[in-house]
């Protein structure tokens, strides 16, 4: 059992899947809410059961699956529908990752959550021991989404903008990694922090 729990998050490309790929390497359990903001909704769940009766019928496939691009229609652009969405899918995401971090083996777990700060930060987590947030230079992030997602500038602006600031984001890390770098550098950096928080479990416990 793990009481000491660490969220991770940061901006689009700003390299957190690989900080968490490289704990994982180190035996460390990640809980990705991407992945159980999917089961939240899969077919035959109470949580897509919510969606229907909030949204209707026309959000579902032929074969009972959510249809996320019908989904995406009903609440782009409309604020309240964004909320109803997110009021269905963030509480069952919540504790998906608390139940799964906390029934890991080791002497802490990861939740990685991507919209941490855009989410209710600190407030909507407060079993997060601490808060590692993977940094990068606005101007860093934008040529890396450009590269990877092959769009302009513009969007790959519109992309960051969309989510919340770096300085919000840094105003609630309690650790930091700043990945301006060559990637073969995260490994020193994440074993530096595994011990910490290995040392940091322990006097808990």
């Known amino acids: 059992m793990s009481e000491f729990i ?4 940061g901006g689009v490309a700003s390299g957190k899947s ?25 077919a035959g ?30 609440v782009f652009g409309d604020e309240a529908a964004r909320r109803r969405l997110e009021a269905i899918v963030h509480p069952r995401v919540r504790a998906s990752l608390r139940a799964r971090c906390e029934a890991a ?7 990685a959550i991507p919209l941490l700060a855009e989410g209710g930060g600190r407030d909507a987590y407060p079993w ?23 769009v302009d500038a513009e969007l790959a602006q519109r992309m960051i903008v969309a ?5 919000q984001r840094l105003a609630i890390a309690d650790d930091v990694i700043v990945n301006d770098g060559p ?15 290995r040392a940091l479990a322990a006097a808990q416990g």
């Open 128 to 150: 997060l021991s601490r808060i590692l947030v993977v940094d990068v230079p606005v101007d860093v992030q934008r040529a890396r989404v450009m590269a990877r997602d092959r």
């Open 6 to 9: 660490v969220g991770v998050t």
């Open 18 to 42: 690989e900080v968490t790929r490289r704990f994982e390497a180190l035996g460390v359990v990640v809980a990705d809410a991407d992945v159980a903001a999917r089961a939240a909704v899969e």
């Open 45 to 74: 769940s109470d949580g897509l059961a919510e969606v229907v009766a909030a949204f209707g019928a026309d959000v579902l496939t032929p074969d009972g699956q959510l249809d996320r691009a019908a989904m995406r229609r009903h």
């Open 105 to 111: 083996n080791g002497p802490y777990a990861i939740a």
């Open 163 to 167: 989510q919340a600031t770096r300085d």
């Open 183 to 197: 990637i073969e550098r995260l490994a020193s950096h994440v074993a530096a922090l595994d011990r910490r928080y």
